[in-house]
């Protein structure tokens, strides 16, 4: 088995006429793949799980459409390789999806900090959800982001523990303005099961 890699490097780009040419086929897979990787937690919540075979994608497609070349090439490895998980983690975007302008931003308000409150819980066991350090997530008015990125960091026995077929795994967020969990289906366990190494 080849051994699953942690970090995009730009000889793994296909160069632009290569991509765009097998683009469809490309797109096809990463819609499937997605499906498994996708959780929503409550109303507003869906949680995106990345991995090495979704960050490629993701800057294969702005290279595609900003055709910025290497300068871009570079920034878009700087962004997209610190949401690769590192073998003992998962990493994921979470995204608060309110169509109504006005109704997001009332509540986005009331949601600062909920960065803070991520976690996976498999028996007794809860995994805290670490948010990205990049930059502040909530503003200094209390104001949450619409897009939040997490790493999730297990010990050895945790990942034994969510690699068991049919285990009960829980995702959830434990904001006081947002408190709400998901059990995670089988076929999806398993393809974040696949992240660990």
């Known amino acids: ?114 960065e803070e409150t991520s976690f996976f819980q498999i028996g007794s066991e809860k995994i805290k959800g670490l948010p990205e350090a990049d930059q502040d997530r909530t503003s200094a008015e209390g104001k949450a982001s619409a897009v939040q990125f997490v790493h999730f960091t297990f010990t050895p026995a945790q990942i034994q523990a969510f690699k068991t077929p049919n285990a009960q795994v829980i995702l959830g967020l434990s904001h006081p303005g947002y408190n709400h969990m998901a059990v995670l289906n089988e076929s999806t366990r398993a393809a974040l099961a696949g992240d660990f190494d």
């Open 1 to 114: 088995m080849t051994p699953r890699k942690h970090k995009l490097a730009a000889s793994d780009i296909l160069a632009w006429q290569d991509y765009a040419q097998s683009r469809p086929e490309h797109r096809r897979r990463h819609a499937e793949r997605k499906r498994d990787r996708r959780i929503e937690v409550g109303p507003y919540v869906t949680f995106y799980f990345e991995n090495f075979d979704t960050m490629w994608f993701q800057v294969q497609e702005m290279m595609h459409i900003e055709k910025g070349g290497a300068e871009q090439l570079e920034g878009e490895l700087a962004a997209y390789n610190p949401l690769i998980p590192q073998g003992d983690e998962l990493a994921a975007t979470f995204m608060i999806e309110i169509d109504d302008p006005l109704r997001r931003a009332r509540v986005l308000d009331g949601l600062g900090g909920i």
